[in-house]
């Protein structure tokens, strides 16, 4: 198996948490076993790799596709292979003392929570996805109190992910003749790990173990949008996001999200945004 090699680019230390912004060095395809020396949530940043999976060593299972946001506890060996590669994280690392008191999990890894934070999504997510995302941006380019600021969202980051840890209770009731919350997540989160393939309606359906017209019908209840328009704005989001975060070439843009060429994305892209790609990363990078 590979080694974990990192390069960090940049980091910052405030009352017991470190963060990170890290560019791995990984052979393509790769398998590695990880070991962390501290409890870590990492998030990806673009380009995202295309193919993750993981497992915990000991604790059985088959790998599991990765979410965007994982978590790994101290001492875990954790299993993972993917495309490899040069991916960038941001990685927010606890004091031991500090994570134990404030998730008051202690030795509860049991094996559905660990297989849990492999993917840590739901609201705890995307709470997480925007607390790592300033910090990643402080990183960059710091500023007045950048430590007070780095504390500040990695004990917010912390509480989220806490939650998180704990919420196994009963799945949310849903609404008669409309999609659950974890539903929707689930079609969420599989847009977003394969931004290549523009899913069908198909194997969306597949996903949820329900035939294309009852999703159609229960998406369009649920949210007002059709099953295609959802998806058409994902992959715009992850436009401007690739747009405004990266040096990617639009040809490269294109490619990543699965379209059949530049001009193709740029027609797609200017329909939503009202602007041409290169504009648009001009006046709002």
Not at 203 to 212: E, I, R, Y
Not at 232 to 246: G, I, N, S, Y
Request: proline content about 6%; charged content about 25%.
């Amino acid at each position: 198996m590979a080694q974990t090699n990192w390069t960090n680019l940049a980091t910052a230390h405030a009352g017991g948490i470190a963060v990170e912004l890290r560019r791995y060095d990984l052979p393509a395809p790769v398998e590695m076993v990880v070991r962390e020396t501290q409890p870590v949530v990492s998030m990806m940043l673009p380009p995202y790799p295309i193919q993750r999976f993981g497992r915990y060593e000991g604790a059985g299972g088959d790998y599991r596709g990765l979410g965007n946001i994982v978590f790994t506890p101290a001492a875990a060996d954790c299993q993972f292979r993917g495309d490899g590669g040069q991916p960038l994280t941001i990685s927010c690392l606890f004091d031991a003392d500090l994570f134990d008191r404030v998730t008051r999990i202690g030795d509860g890894w049991s094996r559905c929570r660990l297989a849990a934070t492999l993917d840590v999504g739901g609201t705890a997510g995307g709470a997480i996805d925007s607390l790592l995302r300033r910090m990643a941006e402080e990183l960059r380019t710091p500023g007045f109190a950048t430590e007070t600021l780095v504390e500040g969202l990695g004990l917010a980051a912390l509480a989220e992910l806490s939650r998180f840890l704990h919420a196994d209770g009963p799945a949310e009731p849903r609404r008669t003749g409309q999609l659950s919350a974890v539903q929707l997540r689930r079609l969420d989160e599989y847009v977003d790990a394969f931004p290549r393939r523009a899913p069908t309606i198909g194997t969306l359906a597949g996903l949820l173990d329900m035939s294309p017209r009852r999703l159609t019908t229960l998406f369009r209840d649920t949210t007002g949008l059709t099953v295609r328009a959802w998806v058409e704005a994902k992959r715009m989001e992850q436009a401007r996001r690739l747009l405004t975060d990266t040096d990617l070439p639009l040809k490269a843009i294109a490619y990543d999200l699965g379209f059949a060429n530049q001009g193709v994305f740029s027609t797609a892209f200017r329909r939503v945004a009202g602007l041409a790609p290169s504009t648009y990363r001009d006046r709002y990078r």
